[in-house]
């Protein structure tokens, strides 16, 4: 780039030569641009760390101040660095410049040079902040492309969830079991099925949620698992409340309260438990669902398909910033815990 430029420049500077009727050196006016460009090609990298280190849309006018010292300085650096360089290999006009420190002097307080040094300066650091820009922008692009597919692939899960033949043939001989028992109890089933369905469908294009809007989505779940287990499930909610404003990955919560159910009270004849709880802890969201099932078998590590979902998820929303726990419970049963960046959607 830095040699498009100089030769750019000295081609204009030869033809307007050839003009005016001046014999001049192709070569020496070449190698005079070029070592004049170079100079600015090598101080291009600091520049550029510049440009990283003092982002125009950071701190402003701060960043602003910096980066019209740093192209005053180095403007004048290069001016005083290119005079002997210009003086030994470039085209110099030998009746205004007759010596080094006539040049030196003419260009180093040269308003048109300094201007030239500083619209330099500044193009560079206008091209090095879209290049960031440009950077920042794929890359956020790639990470959406990637959360998009881990939501298509929970909503996929969770709509699979729904109409799995065992929940919805369970679901529907509950309905009409209590057609003959309790037909209130079979509507407000019938009507927590539709809301469920309702509410998943509603957010698929979500990518993320409050944890408010998540505990109201698990609220419309285990409310359809109580009424078929009825007193054979019990749910207990202890959550800060200052917890319900952190924004996770939307149905991250619903494949463990799922397998809590399905493996923590649907294989036991006791009444079951689950337990879910939230709080904040600084800068930090702690999550744990806990059942009082069987627990872990030995061979087992908790790796089945919908909590191994829902850790690829992590990995791909929060990197290697977040922690994912699942083990048996100092008494009986599994807990899971989550612990992940407590970000707060802005105002």
Known sequence: MWTLLGASFALSTYLRALQDNIQISWKRILSGYLADFYLWGLLSPLIVLLARRFELRKHFPRNLLVHLAASVILSGLVLS?????????GYVNLDRNPTLAILWRNNAFSAYYFHQG???????LVVAHALYYYRGLREREAQTAILTAQLAQAQLQALKMQIHPHFLFNTLNSIAALL?????????????LGDFLRLTLKRSDAQIVDFEQELEFLKCYLDIEHIRFQDRLTVEMDIDPHA????IPNLILQPIVENAVRHGVARQTDPGHISIR???QGARL??????????LKPSSNGSGIGLSN???RLEQFYGSDFSFQIANSAGRGATVTLDVPAFVKSE
């Open 118 to 124: 500083l619209t330099i300066y500044w193009t560079t």
């Open 310 to 312: 829902t850790r690829a």
């Open 278 to 280: 939230a709080r904040r």
């Open 244 to 247: 319900l404003t952190a924004m």
């Open 180 to 192: 003959h028992k309790d037909v209130e109890a079979a509507d407000r089933m019938i009507a927590k």
């Open 286 to 295: 702690i999550m744990r669902v806990e059942d009082n099932g069987p627990g």
């Open 81 to 89: 660095a290119a005079s002997p360089l210009v003086w030994y290999l």
